[in-house]
């Protein structure tokens, strides 16, 4: 705690008392994109949207627009739709209670913990990639780079270990450290403030971690073949649109159309369209 009060990372959204809307937005952004990139784009993002009301009310197209840069962009539809459900269901205050978070769309445990933590100053364990990574290491004697502790264990010792009352500091501490001196490979220990506590301090071997082989289908990733039925039918034809690829097909399904119109309805009923048997 006290190497982070000299050395803490300043970022737009570390402030003494941050506001839920910004580390929402900002948490969101961080979960695949570095942190040197979404310093460079929250603010241009809340500029465009400064608060969850307006944010609540884009279209698609601006809330992508706004987005550009930072990739997955089903990331950004998400908080917008999340953004809708606050400003209906909770007049546009984030709720303040894991349980009300975890309901929300797109807010998984992290982001659910990181907003009561740090915004709402409770006294709660948060657990990222960086802080799973310090743990593990300062708990227990490391051999390489790629070992981690089980989740459970780590769970475990991250509701323990953090001071009360001091969740909000301790959690952004640990971040720093790990992103600073506990990186994935070649970690700096000699330099590490956690040194003299640290049990795998100066002990692991560099390795890369284990790759783990991505799903593929006819040697293709599979992610690469997903997409949606159009909402348009003519006799046994649907059309196909590739996610990832700019390609449009028509499929031939030998299904009878009322089942094919009924599937259809049950997956896209959510969206808005229409759907035209012929
Ligand atoms: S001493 Fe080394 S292994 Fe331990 S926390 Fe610091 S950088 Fe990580």
């Known amino acids: 705690m006290t190497w982070y009060a000299d050395n803490k990372r300043e970022f737009p959204w570390r402030k003494e008392t941050p506001e839920p809307f910004v580390t929402l937005v900002s948490e969101v952004m961080l979960q695949q994109t570095q942190t040197s990139r979404v310093a460079e784009k ?11 009301q307006r944010l609540a009310t884009a279209t698609n197209s601006e809330v992508i627009r706004a987005w550009q840069g930072m990739g997955y962009n089903s990331r950004a539809l998400r908080l917008r739709d999340c953004a809708r459900s606050i400003v209906d269901k909770y007049d546009g205050e984030i709720p303040s209670t894991k349980h009300e978070l975890l309901e929300l769309i797109g807010i998984g445990n992290y982001t659910a913990s990181a907003l009561l933590a740090f915004c709402f100053k409770q006294n709660v364990a948060v657990v990222d990639v960086n802080i799973r ?3 593990s290491r300062i708990a227990s004697k490391m051999t390489t780079t790629s070992m981690l502790l089980p989740v459970k264990e780590i769970d475990e010792l991250a509701e323990k270990i953090f001071p009360r009352g001091e969740s909000s500091m301790w959690h952004q501490a640990v971040m720093d450290i790990g992103s600073s001196f506990c990186t994935a490979r070649k970690p700096k220990c000699k330099e590490c403030p956690l ?7 100066g002990e692991m071997v560099d390795v890369p971690p284990v790759k783990r082989s991505e799903p593929s289908r006819y040697g293709v990733p599979r992610r690469i073949w997903r997409g949606e039925l ?5 006799r046994h034809m649907v059309l196909y649109q590739f996610r990832k690829l ?12 009322i089942p094919i119109g009924f599937i259809h309805l049950l997956f896209n009923w959510k969206k808005r369209g229409y759907v035209l048997f012929i």
Not at 195 to 201: D, T
Not at 246 to 257: A, F, K, N, T
């Open 195 to 201: 040194g003299s506590v640290c049990l795998s301090s």
């Open 246 to 257: 700019q390609i449009i097909c028509l499929v031939l399904l030998r299904l009878p159309m």
């Open 133 to 135: 990574r310090v743990y």
């Open 230 to 234: 159009s909402s348009c039918y003519v």
């Open 42 to 52: 929250l603010p241009l993002f809340l500029e465009k949207f400064p608060t969850i």
